[in-house]
């Protein structure tokens, strides 16, 4: 079946089939991970949320938490507490969450290291004091992986993956096959930064304690190179100050 050649906005056909895509994402092992390091539970900003998969999950769990994306289709699939919101500008009172995440390499949807130092001062200023960011991103030794690479989940989707290692770029053509109806194809970019990078970042937001660790601690797969994941703790307005 051919694709179109008019590439659309992301997740626009994607979120149609993203649930059944990501079926085999251990997403409750990642956030037994996130409830480790969570020391005072309270309020869940999930953001980049997709369809909700987190909030799901954190709800399974006794959590309450909100999902923030900026994709209508995505979230029509959510459920729950939910807003249509661009993760640099939070629709969230300040200081009132507990934690923040962000999974499935969502932060590399920011495609400047400007993006993901407002970013992360966002996340800051929604968080009480103490409060967890729990995230992953895809590091350059695995964008290098996905070079060229395709990968296919049976009669649902096609990845194709390229990654400009100059610029940091990587850049994926999603094609959502469909029985009924023509393929639709849209072009997804991401920018890959280092681990660090985002520490510079982090810290420059205010976090501390930041801690990198492959795949939520999960077994990594031979021959992958994993996602990384960052979990760090909002410091307190006056510690940031002084730092
Ligand atoms: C890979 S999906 C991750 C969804 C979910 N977090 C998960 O783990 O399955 C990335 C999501 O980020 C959203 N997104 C991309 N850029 C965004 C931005 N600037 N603000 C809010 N959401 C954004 C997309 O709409 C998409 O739903």
Redesign the pocket.
């Known amino acids: 079946m051919q694709a179109e050649p008019l590439a659309r906005e ?2 626009s056909a994607l ?1 149609a089939v ?1 649930d059944r895509v ?1 079926h085999d ?1 251990p ?1 409750a092992d990642w956030f037994s991970y996130i409830r480790q390091h969570w020391q005072s539970p309270g309020l869940l900003i ?6 909700g ?2 909030a799901r999950t954190a709800a399974a769990f006794g959590f309450t938490a909100i999902s ?4 209508y289709a ?1 979230l029509c699939r959510a459920s729950g507490f939910r807003a249509q ?4 500008q939070l629709p969230i009172a300040t200081g009132i969450a507990a934690a923040c995440t ?5 932060i590399n ?2 495609l400047s290291l400007g ?1 993901l130092n407002e970013f992360f001062a966002e996340c800051h200023r929604v968080l009480r004091p103490g409060g967890l960011l729990a995230l992953d991103f895809c590091p350059p030794e695995r964008a290098w992986t996905m070079h060229k690479q395709k990968f296919e989940a049976p009669s649902t989707v096609v990845f194709y993956h390229e990654f400009d290692a100059e610029r940091y770029l990587l850049t994926s053509r999603v094609t959502v096959l469909r029985e009924s109806s023509a393929a639709r194809s849209e072009i997804h970019h991401q920018r890959i930064f280092t681990q660090a990078e985002i520490a510079d970042s982090v810290a420059a937001a205010g976090f501390a304690n930041a801690t990198f660790t492959p795949n939520y601690g999960l077994p990594v797969p031979v021959g992958v190179s994993p996602i990384m994941t960052l979990t760090a703790r909002a410091a307190s307005s006056a510690s940031r100050k002084r730092a």
Not at 68 to 71: A, E
Not at 102 to 106: E, F, V, Y
């Open positions: 992301p997740y979120a993203y990501m994402v997403y999930d953001l980049f949320s997709g369809t998969i987190v923030l994306d900026q994709s995505m919101a661009n993760a640099l962000a999974t499935n390499c969502s949807y920011l993006e």
